[in-house]
Structure formats: structure tokens, C-alpha cells
């Protein structure tokens, strides 16, 4: 079955840390996207990608990085510099960004980040 | 930002009833999305009406849009346990769409 799988599902990082959230799909998706979801709030654009060897910020990017090597493949690293990364983060993907307003974003299921 | 904001925040009905969630947004479009989170969990994708509809159905949800007042519902009828989720719409412009802090509905059996 096709879809975006995320992991992993907790991850628990200690002050100083840099961690990584995987995120791989196998919808043959162009383009790729990550959000970041806290208690009571919407969703947060952190970066997002529309093709291989390209990304673009999104409104909360600061202490984030990210890279697009394959097209299957869209981790996200937390580093250091985010101050407050407890949160739940979300990794979606859709056809193309110019179709994503035509077909919307397929999600994967969420990695919980908890700061120890 | 074209950012959705649904109304109300919190919806809490008893089983078989409808649900009803309301969506404003700033700027023309050219379709609006709904998607559902149950907790803990990602989103997914509902319906999605474009700009030149005014009312779409899909099993038990109906959705309308009226571009002159920049608004859309979604209504679930005969609404079920299984429904209590959070609910999110998505005003799309371009490339990318922005959601809301979401309806929270519980549905109470």
C-alpha cells in the first residue's frame, strides 16, 4: 500500500541535542512538506520541498534543518538552537505543489517530540 | 496569510445528531479542503470544493462554500462516536494553504 510513514512515533531528546525525524513516502509525491502541531494549535509550516535538491522555509524554520536527496525521502532535524522543540511534528506530501490545491496532502502519522 | 479559521472551537453533540463546523478566510481562493485528526494522529483528507461549487457531498458530509462572504461549512449528518476528531479547513491559493487551530467535535454516545 502507498503512503508517508513517520518515525519514529516518541522521540525523547535531551537539552543540547540535535535529533532527526525520518520521513519517507512511497506515493511517487514531488513535493514534501513538514509541520509542526502544539496543544490547542494549528499547524506550522517548517519547511517544505518541491522537487529533489530543493527546500524552502516555512514561518517557523529557525532551528531547523532539513534536506531532499531522494525523492522518497524528506528528514527533519531539530537542533539545538530550537529553543522550545516539544511538540507534535507532522510530515505530509502531495503530487506536485501545483496540484497539491487540485488532489490536497497526503499525512503520515506524527512523531512526538519531547524535550528531557 | 490565507489562514482558515473554523468556528466553533469546541462542539460536543449527542450520537445521531448533526454537526456542523464553520470555516472564514481572508482572500479568493481557488478551492477549500477539509481534513480530520483524531487524536494523536495525522491528518486526512475529507472533500474539497472549488471556488466555482457551492455545495458538495460525500457520504455524510456536506460541505458549502459561498465565496462572497469567504466562508464554508462542513456538516456531518447522523453523526456517529467514530466521528470525534478535530477538524481542520484548508482555504487553497497557489501552491500552499494554511490550516486553522481546528473544530474539536465529541460525539457522545
Known amino acids: 500500500d502507498g503512503g508517508i510513514t513517520q518515525s519514529p512515533k516518541y522521540l525523547f531528546r535531551k537539552e543540547g541535542q540535535n535529533v532527526t525525524l525520518s520521513c519517507e513516502q512511497n506515493?511517487?509525491?514531488?513535493?514534501m512538506y513538514w509541520y509542526r502541531q502544539d496543544p490547542g494549535q494549528g499547524l506550522r509550516l517548517i519547511y517544505y520541498s518541491q522537487i529533489v535538491n530543493d527546500f524552502q522555509k516555512g514561518d517557523i524554520a529557525e532551528g531547523y534543518s532539513v534536506s531532499r536527496e531522494k525523492k522518497e525521502s524528506f528528514p527533519l532535524t531539530v537542533t539545538s538552537a530550537q529553543k522550545n522543540p516539544t511538540a507534535f511534528y507532522l510530515c505530509a506530501s502531495s503530487h506536485t505543489a501545483s496540484l497539491t490545491g487540485t488532489y490536497g496532502y497526503t499525512f503520515g502519522s506524527g512523531t512526538r517530540l519531547t524535550v528531557v | 496569510s490565507q489562514q482558515g479559521e473554523e468556528d466553533p472551537q469546541a462542539l460536543s453533540i449527542q450520537e445521531g445528531e448533526n454537526a456542523t463546523m464553520n470555516c472564514s478566510y481572508k482572500?479568493?481562493?481557488?478551492?477549500l479542503q477539509w481534513y480530520r485528526q483524531n487524536s494523536g494522529r495525522g491528518l486526512v483528507h475529507l472533500i474539497l470544493?472549488?471556488?466555482?461549487?457551492r455545495e458538495k457531498h460525500s457520504g455524510r458530509l456536506r460541505v458549502t462554500l459561498d465565496t462572497s462572504k469567504k466562508s464554508s461549512s462542513l456538516l456531518i449528518t447522523a453523526s456517529r462516536a467514530a466521528d470525534t476528531a478535530s477538524y481542520f479547513c484548508?482555504?487553497?491559493?497557489?501552491?500552499?494553504?494554511?490550516f486553522g487551530t481546528g473544530t474539536s467535535l465529541t460525539v457522545i454516545p
Open positions: 506515493l511517487n509525491h514531488d513535493a
Open positions: 482572500t479568493s481562493i481557488n478551492n
Open positions: 484548508a482555504p487553497v491559493t497557489g501552491n500552499q494553504f494554511y
Open positions: 470544493i472549488r471556488s466555482n461549487e
